[in-house]
C-alpha cells in the first residue's frame, strides 16, 4: 500500500474500487494531461479539509482542473453510479442483496408555541 501525502489521499487498494467508475477520456480528442488518481485526491482533500477550491496545495492539480471534473461528474452522474457500485459491492460483500428492499427515513418534529420571540419569554402577569 502507498502511503499519500495527506490523510485524505487514496490508498491502492481503494484507487483500485474507485477507478472502474472514472469515464475515459473523450475518444478524438487530446489526450488527458491530469491524472485522474490526483483528481480524485484532491476532491477528498477538498471534501475532508473544508478548504475552497481555490486553497488547493500546490502539489496538487490546478484547482480550475480538478472543479472542472468535479462539475463534468456530477452533471453526468459519475458521482450517482459511483455510490449506487460501492452500495451494492458492500451489500454483496456482506452476504445481502445488491439493492435493498426497504428505506427506513427519520424525522423528528419538534413542537412550538404559537407564539413567537419575546412574547414567550416575556412574563406579563406581574
Given amino acids: 500500500m502507498t502511503q499519500g501525502r495527506y490523510p485524505s489521499d487514496l490508498s491502492d487498494e481503494q484507487w483500485a474500487e474507485l477507478k ?3 469515464p475515459a477520456g473523450k475518444p ?9 488518481r ?17 486553497m488547493l496545495p500546490h502539489d ?34 456482506q452476504g445481502r442483496n445488491p439493492q ?3 428505506v427506513i427515513i427519520d424525522s423528528q418534529s419538534v413542537k412550538t408555541t404559537r407564539k413567537g420571540g419575546r412574547a ?6 406581574a
Fill in 20 to 22: 472502474i467508475y472514472i
Fill in 100 to 102: 435493498p428492499s426497504a
Fill in 120 to 125: 414567550v419569554l416575556t412574563d406579563t402577569s
Fill in 60 to 93: 496538487l492539480p490546478k484547482w480550475q482542473t480538478v472543479y472542472t471534473y468535479f462539475r463534468a461528474w456530477q452533471e453526468n452522474g459519475v458521482w450517482q453510479r459511483m455510490l449506487d457500485g460501492l452500495r451494492e459491492d458492500t451489500r454483496i460483500a
Fill in 28 to 36: 478524438g480528442g487530446r489526450p488527458r494531461s491530469a491524472d485522474m
Fill in 38 to 54: 490526483e483528481i480524485v485526491n484532491a476532491l477528498l482533500y477538498v471534501l475532508r479539509s473544508g478548504c475552497a477550491w481555490r
